[in-house]
Each structure stands twice: as structure tokens, then as C-alpha cells.
């Protein structure tokens, strides 16, 4: 039989059918949500109070790089203070195992809603078959090539000269690197990559190498399997970067990294697609007008050129299981991840802090505008291929120690040689805690989230 709700459904948009699904039931919503991502998302929360009751009352402003460890401590201490939690979504596991979240499939079911996002993007919400989160903010990485120097006819024939082939844009990551190693000029105050090698943020990188190369964190019984050949690629190519990189990268996030990007102080990176919107938005960019966006580069290092991108951190809306409001809090989330208030969110020029992901952001004017037509194609190549960190319990502290010895082997506190031995050693100490059982059912999680 067909779901009850269809006859409705069928008759009614999005908004209708999540304000009919709440019922009426007012309430103002605590959540845990940085400002630079509510403030764009203020006027949908706004419409919603009005036609549905449901609106936002207090909001605890923490970065989205600090939520995860706060809701952890909410899930220990199982408080009912807040509502929702705007958080990176491969914390879902962790988060579910805690028992802090609250499933939203039968509240998706009610208003007849679907994630609607690009390439089953969706799964990076999922977690043992069932729906924890929804998304605002794709965030995946995409290349960044200045076209306008590829171009320039002097730099051609430089190129062909020295390397005996034609400028092409990249397809492999050692192509990207022979570019970023011809632009590279410190003395013109030109870097050749932009990539973030912090502790914090650089470990996003590695995975792109090692998934593309072949490479999963473990095997089908919860041993790592870092030290292979694919493992050793990619911190291999991590640390080459070193010599197209800024000096001072390692101390370096977004807030230094960025201005660099847009005042044209650097040839080429993989980088969050929000900065596509940012570098291309006059007010704000030098550089408007002069990057080509694509796919990122791929590894032939299995055998086959094979392209992976990455999601981390992916914003999206986790419901508190143990608060009294956790049904309106469902359904201020669906609200947000709607199509009309989805592209609203997405295409803020000055708070371009969410990023497209719904398949109907990839043909919206209005997102096309802010991102540009080959932006736009960009993120959606990207999207079809993007990966997660390690989508597991535990995440958080698999994460945390890779970041610290590929940090201490970037700086040369260790041998790149030594990162990934000293790395499984400390990944089976968290593996022994959380325990192998455990783990091994999260497993099957984790391989449905990856793309194919």
C-alpha cells in the first residue's frame, strides 16, 4: 500500500507538507550552531515560526570545529538543554552510539520528505540504515587552477620547454604538482599550493590521496590498514607539498589561508567550495574571474586513475533524542534542507558559509549566480566523489592522531616513514577501548557512506 501521507503529498509543496506533519505544536528550539551559519538561516527559521509555531529561541554560538567535543559531553550527561545540534555529520556514529540522537526517518515519512541531494549524498547521513541528520552545507573539496596564468602564451612555451608537454590541467596529483612547482615564486609573493597543512585541518587532505590510491583505513576485521603502499603515497605526496607551500602553513587555518587565496597569492589548491562564491564575488576578490574549478585530481597508484574528494566538516542538523522538543526540532530541520530554503541558504553572498548539495541547486540561477556556471559543475563532479574522514565511533580520536603525527612528520619532529607504523599502533590502543565488536558493525556503515 501507499503511504498515507501521499494522497496529501502529491497536492502540496515541501512547506506544506512539513507544516501540516507538525501539527501545530509550538515551541522555540535551543541549538548548539555557529553564527556565521545561522545568520543565513535566520529567515527561513523566521517564515517557519510564523506558519508552523516553531521557531529559534537561544543559541549557544560555537565553531563548527569545537561542536563535536560539546556534544559529545551532551551525549555523557544526556541534557535535554538543547534541541538540535549543527554539527559535522561523520559524528553521527559517535554521537548515536552515546545515544544523543534522535532517528528522523518517521518524522521524514510524515511530511512526505526526501534529501534530495546530489549523487545519494544522503548516506552521509545515515548510520546502521537509519536517517540522524540533515544537510545545509555540502562542503567538498574542489580544485583551484588560475586559469589566467595557464593562459598567459610566455608561460606555455616555458612549461613545454621544461617539462616536454603541454600546460594541461591536472588530472593526476603529480600533474598538479609539476603546476604548482612551475608557479611556485616566494619572490613574487607566489605560492604554489594553498592547501592547509595545519594540524587541525590538514589531515582532510591526506585522506583525498589515500582513498584515491586505492586505500580504506581497515580491513573486514577491524585491523588498520594504513602501512600499504596506498598509505605510504599519500603521506608521501602530503609532505612533497611542503616545497610549493607557504613556510608558515603549518600554523595556518582557513582565516590566514583564505585572504591568500582570493588576493592571488597562490597558484592552485583544493579548497572548500563556500570559497568559489567568495573569490568570485568583486567586493570581496582580486581574483574574480580568473580560476578554472574542476574535479581534483585522481591516483593511478591501484592500477586505475581513480578521483576522490572529501567532505569534512559536513554541516548538517542532528536532533537531541532526550529533549522534550525533539519533534519540532525534526522538523526545523527538514524545513531548512528544503529546496526553496536550501538555495536561499546557499547562495548568500556575504554568509558563504553553506555550500550546494541539493540536485536542485545545480540548475538554480540564483546558485549559479553566487557560484558561477562552472563552479556549479564543479561541485557536483566533486560531490559524485566524495568521501567521508573515518565514518566510525571513535571518530574524533582516529582523526585526532593521524592529524598529529602526519603534523609532527610535516614539521620533521618525525620521519614520514614513521607516520603511518606509529599511527596503526595508536589507532588498535582505540580500537581495544571501544572494542572490535563494536566497531566491526559500524563498519558496514562506513563503506555505505563511501561513493562508488
Request: net charge neutral.
Amino acid at each position: 500500500p501507499l503511504p498515507a501521507y501521499l494522497g496529501s503529498a502529491l497536492a502540496a509543496t515541501e512547506e506544506e507538507r512539513i507544516i501540516k506533519a507538525a501539527g501545530g505544536k509550538k515551541a522555540d528550539l535551543s541549538g548548539m550552531i555557529w553564527s556565521n551559519y545561522m545568520t543565513p538561516m535566520q529567515g527561513a527559521a523566521e517564515e517557519f515560526k510564523k506558519a508552523a509555531g516553531i521557531g529559534i529561541g537561544n543559541i549557544q554560538d560555537l565553531s563548527i570545529f569545537d561542536i563535536p567535543q560539546r556534544a559529545m559531553a551532551e551525549a555523557l550527561s544526556r541534557s535535554p538543554q538543547f534541541d538540535f545540534f549543527h554539527v559535522d555529520s561523520n559524528m553521527i556514529p559517535s554521537l548515536s552510539s552515546a545515544g544523543l540522537l534522535e532517528p528522523l526517518d518517521k518524522y521524514m515519512e510524515k511530511a512526505g520528505f526526501k534529501i534530495d541531494a546530489v549523487a545519494g549524498y544522503d548516506r552521509f547521513m545515515k548510520y546502521k540504515g537509519q536517517t540522524f541528520g540533515v544537510p545545509t552545507d555540502g562542503n567538498v573539496h574542489v580544485e583551484f587552477i588560475r586559469q589566467d596564468l595557464m593562459d598567459n602564451a610566455d608561460n606555455q612555451k616555458m612549461f613545454e620547454d621544461k617539462m616536454g608537454k603541454k600546460m594541461a590541467y591536472p588530472e593526476t596529483w603529480e600533474d598538479d604538482l609539476a603546476l604548482m612547482k612551475f608557479f611556485h615564486n616566494p619572490d613574487k609573493e607566489m605560492w604554489g599550493s594553498a592547501n592547509l597543512r595545519n594540524r587541525a585541518n590538514g589531515v582532510t587532505w591526506w585522506y583525498m590521496y589515500f582513498y584515491s590510491a586505492g586505500g580504506f583505513p581497515f580491513d573486514d576485521d577491524m585491523n588498520p590498514t594504513l602501512n600499504t603502499a596506498a598509505g605510504q603515497y599519500a603521506v608521501d605526496y602530503y609532505l612533497a607539498l611542503k616545497d610549493v607551500s607557504h613556510p608558515e602553513a603549518p600554523g595556518w587555518g582557513t582565516p590566514q589561508m583564505i585572504p591568500r587565496i582570493v588576493k592571488g597569492k597562490a597558484f592552485a589548491c583544493q579548497y572548500w567550495d563556500g570559497i568559489i562564491s567568495l573569490a568570485e564575488n568583486p567586493k570581496k576578490s582580486t581574483t574574480t574571474g580568473k580560476w578554472t574549478y574542476g574535479l581534483v585530481p585522481g591516483s593511478k597508484q591501484s592500477g586505475k586513475l581513480m578521483h576522490r574528494s572529501i567532505s569534512s566538516p559536513l554541516a548538517a542538523i542532528l536532533v537531541n533524542r532526550h529533549s522534550p522538543r525533539k519533534e519540532q526540532a525534526a522538523y526545523m530541520a527538514l524545513w531548512w534542507a528544503t529546496l526553496k530554503n536550501s538555495e536561499a541558504i546557499v547562495s548568500d553572498r556575504v554568509n558563504t558559509f553553506h555550500d550546494p548539495w541539493h540536485k536542485g541547486h545545480m540548475t538554480s540561477p540564483v546558485v549559479q549566480k553566487a557560484y558561477t556556471p562552472g563552479g556549479v559543475k564543479a561541485i557536483e563532479s566533486n560531490l559524485k566523489v566524495a568521501s567521508p574522514p573515518v565514518y566510525m565511533t571513535g571518530y574524533l580520536e582516529f582523526q585526532d592522531t593521524l592529524a598529529k603525527n602526519l603534523s609532527e612528520a610535516y614539521v620533521g619532529q618525525i620521519k614520514g616513514s614513521e607516520v603511518l607504523k606509529k599511527t596503526e599502533e595508536d589507532w588498535k590502543g582505540i580500537i581495544r577501548r571501544i572494542g572490535k565488536r563494536k566497531l566491526s558493525k559500524d563498519l558496514a556503515s562506513y563503506k555505505a557512506v563511501m561513493p562508488s
